[in-house]
């Protein structure tokens, strides 16, 4: 338990995911496989439910210290959370630690057997659990038993540091991740043992960097080189082999999960086939925008009705294996000769550009935000997938400048100004502004004291660390693209929106207007 | 003017049965038999200091009384020419037919609680005061007496400290683990007190100790009334052949620290407070945080008073209102006492300034 509690305030502490990751490496070093699996398991966040209230655990705790109840409510409003109060207010902990229970059997107690106890059961169990232990043990079983325990890592985290314990492939240790999970010494075991026949199944190719390029375009055709869109989506890759399937992230995280409905169209694909591509909502059957996909990427577990209100679709790109063979060392125009033999309804084959000669690139380009997409790529079709940077020329769309009104501040520290501030900015409608969304005000930091100096002598209202601030302060701000959002006031949502600066000699009157903003809607 | 004062006070102590000896007045704790003040945050002529902490100990006093261990750093504080009388640690003296003598209360080097007689009836001032044991200073001696001043800075019960030791044993383990990779170590705590109690935790076996200029006037001053460190290194001295990944650096505030930044090697580092026993002032906190601090926790306040044998008992400082109230259940006769830094509705700065 000590060790667990050691982990847990470790990684509660620190925002630096190298931190995170040495604190685990630590523990699944020294921990027994039964915690360890238990570990994964919180980490995985489904494994515990609610055995007791936070409320019941109090009283037994003033019980058993013997405080009057204003007492207790009065530490209650200084710690700010019940069952860290419970766990505070009891009498110094005595006898041996060694002789409590170890940290997996109480797991299990609060998963299985806790909640069919009697009310004067669990609370002699509690009551003596907390004995022998230290504060920060007794918060965290509180915690536990409470089911509120966070264990503040993510599962990539956990992967890189088993990663480095056992030397077993992260993509390879994300599948294992992936499936259900049930927190006994075997699974630990299973997960941290290699097997080369595993890993083979599930692994995904590296992803080619798509930076924008520098190369002039002036002297490509279209005999030698093709066009494609830049699909406004996340760029993955589908993996089919052996009868499983898997949907990769560009940085390796294993979507299966989130989309079911896509996973279900993958059965018609032939067997060793890997595709890359983009993942898009569909509207219609065509591509339209982030704001469905954000829903279903947000979702672990999506719900049947954020399936069919949100469907999602797969634009192919490239192929990177077919028949099990694989095509990276395949000129561009081969490989894409399979994707010709693909259909399967949500998974679109590659769709050329047409296009004329290079001067009429730029037309094509200023296309592409009006049908969803964030630019175009154009690619040699005798090039090879891993080739000469001068064979992949992306090009984005140019970002729109407007000007925004500074309307809300909120700093987690307002004395602070390393702390982290967001600004919420308005654009004009009739009159009034309306937000357009937060921004992270990442300035440069003089401009950043004087906007909290600023913002603490001109607060209007406060809602908590949220100020509502004197319309004053004017950004120029600069954004990818824009889409409908029913989520915010505007009734639009700012794709890639970042402040770019302070324009002191501009008034609150000159701001951009809300229809200037929707017009760029695709 | 101030007899008529002392006149009239008298006359309300009898009619209200406050107090034999002490009053709260506009500048601090006043003893009209004695005409001294203990701790006063107005300017007095004769002022009694418990500690050298700043919202104790002012400048600008004509007279001071303090310990003997006390009184370096009292002057680092209000400076060398200050008229300051030293008393040892029970030696009694008589001021206008006063006794009164000092006694180790624990908190930081010198501090002491203020004993005051007269006429068979005691009170003490404890100051700021723990009762757990601490190397840098004399331990906390329980006094029988009728009033008991004491503090109330952690007077809730959910603040319990851990033992020093493990605390320690915490530090020392992360400051290894930080060795093994490389990185600096900083360690901050208050600069009188807080800092050198760090200090005499750390294990030198692990690595070099470098100490913040703006800490060794204090740190010396201990050394001078015989306290034990591990050697440690100034910043000068760790300026060539150290290495910096392997130390550890102990630190008063952030305001320290401008001439050893770009040394530190990937830092990482840690505040030490009885503030951070709470998760929601840890988080608020960017350093990692130990729970270290200078005063009584909830069992061992109580565990005080009692030993006192008090029945009336003045609470000041921190959490009064709690403490008093609980303080009345248990049968005393307890009060709030006023102080010029308690503000009941913000709990936060009023600590930030107790600790800092």
């Given amino acids: 338990m000590k060790l667990f509690c050691r982990l847990w305030r470790a990684l509660d502490e620190t925002e630096d995911p190298t931190t995170k990751v040495r604190a685990l490496v630590e523990y699944f070093s020294e921990a027994s496989d039964e915690d360890c699996a238990w570990a994964v398991a919180l980490i995985k966040g489904k494994a515990v439910r609610r055995a007791t209230s936070a409320q019941t655990l109090l009283d037994w705790a003033r019980h058993a210290s013997n405080l009057p109840k204003w007492l207790v409510d009065e530490s209650v409003n200084e710690v700010g959370d019940l069952s860290e109060t419970a766990a505070m207010i009891l009498p110094a902990s005595k006898g041996n630690l060694s002789k409590s229970q170890p940290w997996h059997w109480w797991c299990e107690m609060a998963t299985n057997r806790f909640a069919d106890l009697g009310s004067e059961e669990q609370a002699a169990t509690v009551l003596k659990a907390w004995q022998p232990l230290e504060t920060p043990e007794r918060i965290i079983l509180n915690k536990l038993l409470t089911g509120s325990l966070r264990v503040s890592c993510s599962l990539k985290e956990v992967e890189i540091a088993l990663w480095m314990i056992t030397g077993i492939d992260q993509s390879d240790l994300a599948h294992r991740l992936s499936k259900s999970w049930s927190p006994t010494a075997t699974s630990y075991q299973e997960l941290i043992s290699p097997d080369p026949f595993q890993g083979s199944i599930s692994r995904p190719y590296p992803l080619r960097q798509l930076d924008e390029a520098s190369t002039a375009i002036e002297n490509i055709d279209p005999e030698h080189w093709r066009i494609d869109w830049l699909w406004t989506g996340q760029r993955v890759q589908i993996v089919s082999r052996k009868g499983v399937y898997f949907l990769w992230s560009l940085t390796n995280d294993l979507l299966n999960e989130r989309f079911p409905d896509l996973l279900e169209r993958f059965r018609d694909l032939p067997d060793g086939v890997v595709l890359e591509g983009f993942l898009v909502s569909l509207e219609n059957h065509e591509p339209s925008g982030t704001v469905n996909l954000r829903k279903r990427l947000g979702r672990l577990i999506p719900s049947a009705k954020a399936i069919s209100e949100s469907p999602v679709g797969f634009m192919t790109l490239d192929v990177l294996e077919w028949d099990g063979v694989d095509l990276r060392d395949r000129p561009l125009c081969e490989r894409l000769l399979r994707a010709g033999e693909l259909a399967v309804g949500d998974i679109y084959r590659p769709v050329m550009v047409p296009w004329t000669d290079s001067k009429g690139i730029p037309n094509v380009l200023s296309l592409a935000r009006s049908i969803h997409a964030d630019g175009i790529l154009l690619r040699r079709k005798d090039g090879l997938y891993e080739s000469l940077d001068q064979d992949w020329i992306g090009l984005l769309n140019q970002p729109v400048q407007i000007h925004a009104v500074l309307m809300y501040v909120q700093m987690s520290n307002i004395n602070d100004p390393r702390s982290v501030t967001e600004y919420t900015l308005g654009v004009w409608n009739e009159g009034v502004l309306v937000t357009i969304g937060k921004f992270l005000g990442n300035l440069p930091s003089h401009q950043q004291r004087a906007i909290a100096e600023f913002a603490r002598a001109n607060t209007l209202e406060r809602f908590g660390p949220v100020r509502t601030v004197r319309q004053e302060i004017v950004f120029r701000i600069e954004f990818d693209a824009v889409e409908v959002s029913t989520r915010h006031k505007a009734g639009l949502l700012l794709r890639g929106g970042r402040i770019l600066s302070w324009e002191m000699d501009k008034r609150p009157a000159e701001a951009s207007k809300l229809s200037a903003l929707k017009s760029f809607i695709p | ?356």
């Fill in chain 2, 1 to 356: 003017m101030r007899k008529r004062l002392n006149k009239s006070k008298r006359e309300s102590c009898r009619t209200n049965e406050v107090s034999k000896l002490l009053t709260v007045s506009k500048k601090g704790i006043y003893c009209a038999a004695g005409d001294f003040y203990i701790d006063p945050w107005g300017k007095v002529d004769r002022a009694i200091i418990t500690h050298a902490h700043s919202d104790h100990a002012r400048s600008g006093m004509k007279h001071y009384l303090c310990s003997i261990d006390g009184e370096e750093v009292l002057k680092l504080r209000i400076g060398f020419k200050s008229s300051v009388q030293a008393l040892d640690y029970g030696e009694a003296i008589s001021m206008n037919g006063v006794r009164v003598s000092l006694h180790p209360a624990g908190h930081i080097l010198g501090s002491s609680q203020v004993r005051i007689e007269l006429d068979g009836r005691v009170e003490v001032v404890s100051g700021d005061y723990k009762t757990a044991p601490d190397p840098t200073c004399k331990s906390f001696e329980p006094i029988k007496c009728h009033l008991f001043v004491t503090e109330s800075t952690f007077g809730l019960p959910i603040y319990q400290w851990p033992t020093e030791q493990s605390v320690f044993q915490d530090v020392n383990h992360w400051w290894s683990r930080n060795r093994e990779l490389g990185r600096t170590t900083v360690v901050s705590g208050y600069s009188l007190g807080k800092a050198q109690r760090i200090l005499a935790g750390l294990s030198p076996s692990i690595g070099p100790i470098i100490l913040d200029n703006l800490l060794i006037p204090n740190t010396e001053a201990y050394r001078n009334a015989g306290v034990k460190f591990p050697e440690y290194l100034t910043v000068q001295e760790a300026s060539y052949g150290v290495n910096w990944g392997h130390s550890i650096v102990v630190c008063g505030s952030s305001l320290s620290g401008l001439n050893w930044q770009d040394k530190l090697v990937e830092p990482s580092s840690a505040f030490f407070s009885g503030w951070m026993a709470t998760r929601k002032r840890r988080k608020a906190s960017r350093d990692k945080g130990f729970v270290l601090s200078d005063h009584v926790d909830w069992p061992s306040l109580l565990s005080a008073v009692k030993a006192t044998g008090a029945q009336e008992v003045w609470v000041t400082h921190g959490f009064t209102k709690p403490v008093a109230t609980y303080l009345s259940e248990l049968g005393l006769d307890a009060k709030e006492m006023p102080t010029p830094w308690a503000s009941e509705d913000q709990p936060l700065e009023r600590s930030a300034e107790r600790e800092n």
